[in-house]
């Protein structure tokens, strides 16, 4: 995309906008709406006490594309907003207009009520959350920081986990914490030449030797004393009525201080890949290129390798490690390592790092103490109010990035959550892909959700 104002298809969001306008016109007369960046849009419903720190909400109005050749596999057209009695059909439906909607329809449901908050309620829609968020949130984040300043907001909810089943309970699990990311970009530069008369290994042989190394010492799960998953375990233990045998055992076992060969997370890991990855840094080996002709040796090899980074590990310990990798490869093949310092030269390897390198977020403090109400109380108490007592809440991690990742400084109290849920259709919300819809049940009490957890915000000390 290019520049907002300059690449035209930016102003898809500009209709989007006015149909808010036209769809909540009360919202519209009491709560202040500025444009951040032109697409950005931050409402302001001020509060009758200026002492109290603001409410937070998020959503984006952004959505992945639609690739032409998808659409006819799609039951009904993604662009149709079809309604078929049960759920709302079409691209965006469950990421995330539903969660833009469903604030907007709860603050216009409190202003109709006559409700009247003393905790400031502020509103803040990005529009590229799915390119990285650089020109919507990270810069609503900036004006916001500017007019508040840091650790200014009581607490911030984003777009996130939906509640789900799990050990024969129901649990909800918003996202305290996201793991980090990092792109290492390596290029094996080595003598060119003609293919009839090859030295035994070429750039490509050892580039490839890199990545078999790399793919043979990849991380092992590993639960950090701040990683979510452990709380959610401790809690399936305590809770849940089919939670496993030997995971209680091992929890109960665990020594708080382990670092190496972490028994319990290598159990709980064996439950699926996507358990594993709460607890596990990824590496995968995604970009390669090498080579221009079939009878020119390579001169220049380059690979690039990805890496979601565990909670509890940091950009310069894989940063390390996969230093200490290719230093192995070129010690063998007598060629110079430049690890990260900007040079590249004939008959070297070189590492790189791309500018989209993200440290874990911080974890969000899940303490519950019944004397000082937290923030994360006041969400599992609502959660609890809206669905019964049988949903249990616990701390939940994130292996993607939503664009509270520009957020940080404004909160303590982050959390990534979908609130609305429909025990029938759960999982059905085909997020990024065909035939992605929401139930309207969900989505109403989504709307419900927000209502109550505003009125509950306005009720405590934080
Ligand atoms: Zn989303």
Same mark, same amino acid.
């Given at each position: 995309m290019g520049e907002v104002g300059e +690449?035209? $298809?930016? +102003? =898809? !969001?500009i209709p989007f906008a006015g149909y808010l306008f036209k769809t909540f016109p009360l919202s519209h007369t009491k709560a202040q709406l500025q444009h951040v960046n032109k697409h950005g849009l931050l409402y302001t419903w001020q509060g009758s006490d200026p002492t109290l720190k603001p409410t937070l909400l998020m959503a984006h109005q952004d959505v992945v594309p639609v690739p032409g050749s998808t659409v006819p596999q799609w039951t009904h057209p993604? !662009? /149709?907003? !079809?309604?078929d009695g049960t759920f709302v059909w079409g691209r965006g439906s469950s990421d995330c207009k539903n969660q833009l909607i469903a604030i907007m329809e709860a603050v216009e449901l409190l202003l109709e009520a006559g409700f009247k908050p003393k905790r400031t309620i502020i509103l803040s829609f990005g529009f590229d959350e799915e390119i990285s968020g650089v020109r919507g949130a990270q810069q609503l984040s900036k004006h916001l920081t500017e007019q508040y300043g840091q650790n200014s907001m009581a607490v911030i909810i984003d777009e996130g986990a939906p509640i789900t089943k799990a050990w024969g309970s129901v649990f909800a699990t918003p996202g305290v914490a996201e793991k980090g990311y990092v792109d290492v970009d390596i290029v094996v530069r080595m003598p060119g030449g003609h /293919? /009839? %008369?090859?030295? =035994?290994?070429?750039g490509i042989g050892v580039a490839a030797e890199l990545i078999t190394l790399i793919e043979a010492n990849a991380y092992e799960p590993y639960l950090a004393n701040e990683n979510p998953y452990l709380g959610l375990l401790q809690c399936g233990a305590e809770h849940a009525p089919s939670f496993p045998r030997k995971l209680k055992h091992l929890l109960h076992k665990r020594r708080p201080s382990c670092k190496k060969h972490d028994a319990l997370a290598l159990e709980a890991s064996k439950e699926s890949l996507t358990i594993k990855y709460l607890m596990t840094t990824s590496v995968a080996v995604d970009l390669i290129s090498g080579g221009v002709k079939t009878n020119a040796l390579p001169e220049r090899t380059s690979f690039t390798v990805n890496h979601r980074i565990n909670v509890g590990s940091n950009i310069a310990s894989i940063l390390s490690h996969i230093t200490d990798l290719a230093s192995q490869i070129a010690t063998k093949y007598n060629l110079t390592l430049h690890a990260f310092n900007g040079t590249e030269t004939p008959s070297s390897i070189t590492l790189s790092h791309r500018k989209t390198a993200l440290e874990p977020a911080p974890v969000t403090p899940t303490v519950i103490d019944p004397k000082a109400p937290s923030a994360y109380s006041v969400l599992a108490g609502t959660t609890r109010a809206l669905y019964g007592e049988d949903v249990l809440v616990a701390p939940g991690i994130m292996t993607g990035n939503t664009d509270t990742r520009y957020y940080w400084d404004l909160s303590e109290n982050i959390f990534r959550f979908a609130p609305g849920w429909d025990k029938e259709q759960e999982g059905l919300g085909s997020i990024h892909t065909v +035939?992605? $819809? %929401?139930s309207v049940q969900a989505h109403m009490d989504a709307t419900r959700w927000f209502v109550k957890f505003l009125r509950n915000l306005d009720e405590v000390d934080l």
């Amino acid at each position: 995309m290019g520049e907002v104002g300059e +690449d035209p $298809r930016w +102003d =898809a !969001f500009i209709p989007f906008a006015g149909y808010l306008f036209k769809t909540f016109p009360l919202s519209h007369t009491k709560a202040q709406l500025q444009h951040v960046n032109k697409h950005g849009l931050l409402y302001t419903w001020q509060g009758s006490d200026p002492t109290l720190k603001p409410t937070l909400l998020m959503a984006h109005q952004d959505v992945v594309p639609v690739p032409g050749s998808t659409v006819p596999q799609w039951t009904h057209p993604p !662009f /149709s907003g !079809f309604y078929d009695g049960t759920f709302v059909w079409g691209r965006g439906s469950s990421d995330c207009k539903n969660q833009l909607i469903a604030i907007m329809e709860a603050v216009e449901l409190l202003l109709e009520a006559g409700f009247k908050p003393k905790r400031t309620i502020i509103l803040s829609f990005g529009f590229d959350e799915e390119i990285s968020g650089v020109r919507g949130a990270q810069q609503l984040s900036k004006h916001l920081t500017e007019q508040y300043g840091q650790n200014s907001m009581a607490v911030i909810i984003d777009e996130g986990a939906p509640i789900t089943k799990a050990w024969g309970s129901v649990f909800a699990t918003p996202g305290v914490a996201e793991k980090g990311y990092v792109d290492v970009d390596i290029v094996v530069r080595m003598p060119g030449g003609h /293919s /009839s %008369i090859p030295p =035994a290994h070429n750039g490509i042989g050892v580039a490839a030797e890199l990545i078999t190394l790399i793919e043979a010492n990849a991380y092992e799960p590993y639960l950090a004393n701040e990683n979510p998953y452990l709380g959610l375990l401790q809690c399936g233990a305590e809770h849940a009525p089919s939670f496993p045998r030997k995971l209680k055992h091992l929890l109960h076992k665990r020594r708080p201080s382990c670092k190496k060969h972490d028994a319990l997370a290598l159990e709980a890991s064996k439950e699926s890949l996507t358990i594993k990855y709460l607890m596990t840094t990824s590496v995968a080996v995604d970009l390669i290129s090498g080579g221009v002709k079939t009878n020119a040796l390579p001169e220049r090899t380059s690979f690039t390798v990805n890496h979601r980074i565990n909670v509890g590990s940091n950009i310069a310990s894989i940063l390390s490690h996969i230093t200490d990798l290719a230093s192995q490869i070129a010690t063998k093949y007598n060629l110079t390592l430049h690890a990260f310092n900007g040079t590249e030269t004939p008959s070297s390897i070189t590492l790189s790092h791309r500018k989209t390198a993200l440290e874990p977020a911080p974890v969000t403090p899940t303490v519950i103490d019944p004397k000082a109400p937290s923030a994360y109380s006041v969400l599992a108490g609502t959660t609890r109010a809206l669905y019964g007592e049988d949903v249990l809440v616990a701390p939940g991690i994130m292996t993607g990035n939503t664009d509270t990742r520009y957020y940080w400084d404004l909160s303590e109290n982050i959390f990534r959550f979908a609130p609305g849920w429909d025990k029938e259709q759960e999982g059905l919300g085909s997020i990024h892909t065909v +035939d992605e $819809r %929401i139930s309207v049940q969900a989505h109403m009490d989504a709307t419900r959700w927000f209502v109550k957890f505003l009125r509950n915000l306005d009720e405590v000390d934080l």
